[in-house]
C-alpha cells in the first residue's frame, strides 16, 4: 500500500476489503497528489495542498464512523473510492495556475487579463477563489492540469467510469443548496439514484460529506505562521489566515463539533471585542453549514449531528503587544505585535464586526 494512503482510516480499510482495484487506483491518484499538490501555489490562499486533502478525508472519516452506522448509511466501495478521490481533488481549481484551465472563468469575466498566468491581480485571483470549484469539475473531468512550465500533466489514479462521479462531487462540495441555482445544478448532476455496477451511488450524500469535511478543516494547520508575517498577503486574505491562527483544534465526537480557540489576553485592550469577532465568525459559519445539511440528512434518515459547541482560552504569552524579541541585537517589533497591528487596522474586519453585530452572530459565544 502507498505510503501517502492513510491505511488506519475507516473507510481505506473497508475499500481494501471491498474492491483491491479501486484501492490500487486510490493509491496511485495518493502519489500523483503528493507530487503535484504539495505546496500553496497562489500566495493569498491558505492551505489547499494535499495534507489539506489529507485533513478532509480524516474529518469525512470521523463523521462517518461517528454517526454513520446504520445499514442504509454505509457506503459501498464505489461510493468510498469517488469520495476519497475528490477529497484528494476537490481544490484543484486553486491550483488552475495557467490560462488553459480556464475557458469558463475567461468567458463569465471576459474584462480580466488572464495572460499573466503567474503574476495575477487581486481580483483575478478573487476569482480562482470564488469559481474553484467549478474549475475542479472542469480539470477532473479532463483529467489533467496544466503544471510548471506549462507541460500538459495527466491526473493519474482516476478510473475511467468514475472520473465523471468524482468531477461532479468536486463541484458539488461549494454547492450552496439554499441558492436557486445552485440547488437546479445539484438536482441536474448530483443525484442519490444513480445506478453504476449493479450499486447505487448516492452523490448528493458524498458530495455534502465532502462539504462537511472541508469546511472543518479550519484549525492553525490551514496557515504557515512565518508565511502570515513574512509574506505580502493583501488585507482580506490575511485576516482569514489570522482566523485559522486563532482556532486551535476542531474535534468530532458523539456529542457534536467541538472547536477551540486561543486568543491574545486583551482585558485592559479596547479592541478585545475585535479579537473574538474570529471565533464569533467561524462558529457562525460551522452553524450555518449544519442548517444548509440539516433537512437533507434528517429526511435521508441519516444519523449526522453537528451541533457546535466551543471554548475560548486567552493566553497572556500572544498578546500582540508584546515589545520586542528577547535577545536580539537591535530591538524589532514582536511578530505578534504586527499581527496586531494588522488586525486593528483591517477595514475589512471592522466591516465584519459590524455584519457578525448586524445579524446578532455574537450571541454565538
Given amino acids: 500500500m502507498s505510503e501517502h494512503l492513510d491505511k488506519e482510516l475507516e473507510l481505506v480499510k473497508t475499500?481494501?476489503?471491498?474492491n483491491?482495484?479501486?484501492?490500487?487506483?486510490?493509491?496511485?491518484?495518493?502519489?500523483?497528489?503528493?507530487k503535484r499538490l504539495n505546496s500553496y501555489l497562489i500566495k493569498?490562499?491558505?492551505?489547499?495542498?494535499?495534507?489539506?486533502?489529507?485533513?478532509?478525508?480524516?474529518?469525512?472519516?470521523?463523521?462517518?464512523a461517528v454517526f454513520m452506522k446504520q445499514e442504509n448509511e454505509k457506503m459501498n466501495e464505489i461510493e468510498i473510492y469517488i469520495l476519497l478521490a475528490a477529497c484528494y481533488l476537490h481544490d484543484l481549481?486553486?491550483?488552475?495556475?495557467y490560462v488553459e484551465h480556464l475557458p469558463y472563468i475567461q468567458n463569465k469575466y471576459p474584462k480580466l487579463d488572464f495572460s499573466k498566468q503567474t503574476d495575477w491581480n487581486q481580483e483575478i485571483i478573487d476569482v480562482i477563489r470564488k469559481e474553484h470549484h467549478i474549475l475542479s469539475y472542469h480539470m477532473v473531468r479532463d483529467a489533467k492540469m496544466i503544471g510548471y512550465n506549462n507541460e500538459e500533466v495527466k491526473i493519474e489514479g482516476l478510473i475511467d467510469d468514475l472520473r465523471e462521479y468524482v468531477a461532479v462531487t468536486c463541484l458539488g462540495h461549494r454547492l450552496d443548496p439554499s441558492k436557486d441555482e445552485d440547488k437546479n445544478m445539484m438536482t441536474r448532476l448530483l443525484s442519490d439514484g444513480t445506478e453504476r455496477h449493479g450499486k447505487t451511488v448516492r452523490l448528493e450524500m458524498i458530495s455534502r460529506l465532502l462539504r462537511i469535511g472541508d469546511?472543518?478543516?479550519?484549525?492553525?494547520?490551514?496557515?504557515?505562521?512565518?508565511?502570515?508575517i513574512l509574506r505580502r498577503i493583501d488585507e482580506e486574505s490575511k485576516i482569514y489566515w489570522y482566523k485559522h491562527h486563532y482556532t486551535t483544534s476542531v474535534s468530532i465526537t458523539q456529542r457534536g463539533i467541538a472547536v477551540q480557540f486561543d486568543l491574545p489576553c486583551a482585558r485592559q485592550d479596547p479592541i478585545k471585542e475585535i479579537y473574538e469577532i474570529f471565533p464569533s465568525w467561524t462558529l457562525w459559519e460551522l452553524k450555518e453549514e449544519y442548517r444548509l445539511q440539516r433537512k437533507y440528512f434528517e429526511e435521508k434518515q441519516y444519523n449526522v449531528f453537528l451541533n457546535v459547541s466551543n471554548e475560548i482560552h486567552y493566553r497572556e504569552t500572544i498578546t500582540p503587544y508584546d515589545k520586542a524579541d528577547i535577545g536580539l541585537r537591535t530591538p524589532q517589533p514582536s511578530r505578534l505585535k504586527v499581527m496586531g497591528d494588522c488586525i486593528i487596522k483591517s477595514q475589512f474586519l471592522k466591516d465584519k464586526a459590524e455584519e457578525i453585530k448586524s445579524k446578532k452572530f455574537l450571541d454565538i459565544i
Fill in 44 to 64: 493569498d490562499f491558505t492551505d489547499h495542498s494535499v495534507e489539506h486533502s489529507k485533513r478532509v478525508m480524516e474529518n469525512i472519516d470521523k463523521l462517518v
Fill in 93 to 97: 481549481g486553486m491550483h488552475a495556475q
Fill in 15 to 18: 475499500l481494501e476489503k471491498e
Fill in 20 to 34: 483491491e482495484e479501486y484501492l490500487d487506483m486510490l493509491n496511485v491518484l495518493a502519489g500523483w497528489a503528493h
Fill in 215 to 228: 469546511a472543518l478543516d479550519i484549525d492553525s494547520r490551514r496557515i504557515d505562521d512565518d508565511e502570515m
